[in-house]
Nanobody
Framework: QVQLVESGGGLVQAGDSLRLSCAVS????????IGWFRQAPGKERSIVAA????????YYADSVKGRFTISRDNAKNTVLLQMNSLKPEDTAVYYC?????????????????WGQGTQVTVSS
């Protein structure tokens, strides 16, 4: 079993920054890839960014490239999502998820463990 707890969400204005944190426990952290997903009301859950278990490979959705950065600290069992230049369309509940797949998984079905989510709201 893997437990994931997200934190760092909140209400910000367009152009501001937020840093989301995903604390992972219950399994050797360095053995799991981590993804950040988001889901806005009435929309499907979609990938935002993902990082491989060794941290050497990353993936970003086109909509966040150049604005968001995913990183992991294996000593602290934590994955961070730095979000800069936030836009109103970034408003969603953000979830982190863990996968045992090699490489960088990006599809929700590849992730077996999910956090409860944290709300990010960007006002215009």
């Amino acid at each position: 079993q893997v437990q994931l707890v997200e934190s760092g969400g909140g209400l910000v204005q367009a152009g501001d920054s937020l840093r989301l944190s995903c604390a992972v426990s219950g399994r050797t952290f360095s053995s799991v890839a981590i993804g950040w997903f988001r889901q806005a009301p009435g929309k499907e859950r979609s990938i935002v960014a993902a990082i491989s278990s060794n941290g050497r490979s990353t993936y970003y959705a086109d909509s966040v490239k150049g604005r968001f950065t995913i990183s992991r600290d294996n000593a602290k069992n934590t994955v961070l999502l730095q979000m800069n230049s936030l836009k109103p369309e970034d408003t969603a509940v953000y979830y982190c998820a863990a996968a045992t797949t090699l490489g960088v998984p990006i599809f929700p079905g590849q992730f077996y463990y999910w956090g409860q989510g944290t709300q990010v709201t960007v006002s215009s």
